[in-house]
């Protein structure tokens, strides 16, 4: 290990009072659990080698900023300025600014293309499902979907005067949305993510079933809007029964079916699962409304997210328990 420097000295010990934040307390936890190794391996084929020019950033600070920026919701200048004015980010990324500056925005901006370019983000995605899965956290015979909500900026007031292409309005109630659609399976034991789609967001829930499902399914839960599609699910997984919510209307002359208002309660217990990988997403990660243009852009952050997503979700049973 390098010998430190006094910029980096004064941020850890000259400050007598200072208190961990909860930021750093996250930090740390999740540089003990990311398998930082697996994670670099599926970009290191495609990340730049040296060369006669300049040589390249390494890789493993570049996934360390890069995951940074999906925790904290940074876009690339943000996330330079962020680095410069927090100490704890640069702990974490390994920067040391006495003796290098922080990588700049087009830095981050061109690792983010190659990881576009070559899908790498469905690739984090599928290795951090292996890696969880290695740690005793097997697929189950139940899966959950269901499908969440993107926003993307309609305003057309930009340099070509229209709205983005590849995304689209759906109606949800009685309120419209212009963006697109993040549809997901989870497993309904451990509830962490093991498939994903993205689709424009006038695009039904059912018609990405048969790719949130891994096959080996005996139970599939979902709201109503999976309901009757039990050719599709049995297509994928011929043992599967549908537990999808089913739709209870209540009539002027007739009161609701109780029977199935109680079943759909029970299935929503365990419904609720899928609820825990979004709030993750979109009310931690920040994710709610895209930053880029066009699906490929925004597919890359979900698939990068989800698999953030599953890793803090398995935090608790990745860290090692220490008897008191």
Same mark, same amino acid.
């Given at each position: 290990?390098?010998?430190?420097?006094?910029?980096? =000295?004064?941020?850890?010990?000259?400050?007598?009072?200072?208190?961990? *934040?909860?930021?750093?307390?996250?930090?740390?936890?999740?540089?003990?659990?990311?398998?930082?190794?697996?994670?670099?391996?599926?970009?290191?084929?495609?990340?730049?080698?040296?060369?006669?020019?300049?040589?390249?950033?390494?890789?493993?600070?570049?996934?360390?900023?890069?995951?940074?920026?999906?925790?904290?919701?940074?876009?690339?200048?943000?996330?330079?300025?962020?680095?410069?004015?927090?100490?704890? #980010?640069?702990?974490?990324?390994?920067?040391? #600014?006495?003796?290098?500056?922080?990588?700049?925005? *087009?830095?981050?901006?061109?690792?983010?293309?190659?990881?576009?370019?070559?899908?790498?983000?469905?690739? #984090?995605?599928?290795?951090?499902?292996? %890696?969880?899965?290695?740690?005793?956290?097997?697929?189950?015979?139940?899966?959950?979907?269901?499908?969440?909500?993107?926003?993307?900026?309609?305003?057309?007031?930009?340099?070509?005067?229209?709205?983005?292409?590849?995304?689209?309005? *759906?109606?949800?109630?009685?309120?419209?949305?212009? !963006?697109?659609?993040?549809?997901? !399976?989870?497993?309904?034991?451990?509830?962490?993510?093991?498939? =994903?789609?993205?689709?424009?967001?006038?695009?039904?829930?059912?018609?990405?079933?048969?790719? #949130?499902?891994?096959?080996?399914?005996?139970? %599939?839960?979902?709201?109503?809007?999976?309901?009757?599609?039990?050719?599709?699910?049995?297509?994928?997984?011929?043992?599967?029964?549908?537990?999808?919510?089913?739709?209870?209307?209540?009539?002027?002359?007739?009161?609701?079916?109780?029977?199935?208002?109680?079943?759909?309660?029970?299935?929503?217990?365990?419904?609720?699962?899928?609820?825990? %990988?979004?709030?993750?997403?979109?009310?931690?990660?920040?994710?709610?409304?895209?930053?880029?243009?066009?699906?490929?852009?925004?597919?890359?952050?979900?698939?990068?997210?989800?698999?953030?997503?599953?890793?803090?979700?398995?935090?608790?049973?990745?860290?090692?328990?220490?008897?008191?």
């Amino acid at each position: 290990m390098k010998q430190q420097t006094l910029s980096m =000295a004064q941020d850890q010990g000259f400050e007598q009072y200072r208190k961990p *934040t909860r930021r750093d307390q996250f930090l740390q936890t999740m540089d003990r659990i990311m398998p930082w190794a697996a994670l670099c391996a599926v970009i290191e084929p495609h990340y730049p080698k040296k060369g006669n020019g300049r040589p390249p950033i390494g890789l493993e600070r570049m996934v360390r900023i890069h995951f940074l920026q999906h925790w904290f919701n940074l876009a690339d200048l943000a996330c330079e300025e962020a680095l410069y004015d927090s100490a704890s #980010l640069r702990r974490f990324a390994g920067i040391d #600014l006495g003796r290098e500056p922080v990588p700049d925005a *087009t830095s981050l901006l061109r690792f983010r293309h190659l990881l576009e370019q070559h899908q790498l983000g469905e690739k #984090l995605f599928a290795e951090a499902g292996r %890696v969880l899965q290695d740690s005793g956290m097997t697929l189950k015979t139940g899966t959950i979907v269901d499908a969440t909500i993107i926003a993307a900026p309609s305003s057309t007031k930009n340099s070509d005067g229209m709205r983005d292409p590849e995304m689209h309005q *759906t109606r949800k109630g009685k309120q419209w949305y212009f !963006g697109m659609k993040l549809h997901i !399976g989870v497993d309904s034991q451990s509830g962490l993510a093991h498939s =994903a789609m993205v689709t424009p967001a006038n695009v039904h829930d059912k018609h990405p079933l048969p790719h #949130l499902l891994h096959g080996r399914e005996k139970r %599939v839960y979902g709201d109503s809007a999976y309901r009757a599609q039990k050719n599709l699910i049995r297509g994928k997984a011929p043992q599967a029964k549908d537990f999808t919510n089913e739709r209870v209307r209540r009539r002027k002359d007739e009161p609701a079916d109780e029977g199935k208002r109680a079943k759909n309660r029970n299935k929503s217990k365990i419904r609720a699962r899928v609820e825990h %990988v979004f709030a993750v997403v979109k009310r931690l990660w920040g994710f709610t409304k895209v930053r880029y243009r066009g699906l490929a852009k925004n597919a890359c952050r979900a698939f990068t997210a989800l698999a953030l997503a599953n890793i803090y979700l398995a935090r608790d049973r990745l860290t090692p328990q220490v008897r008191p």
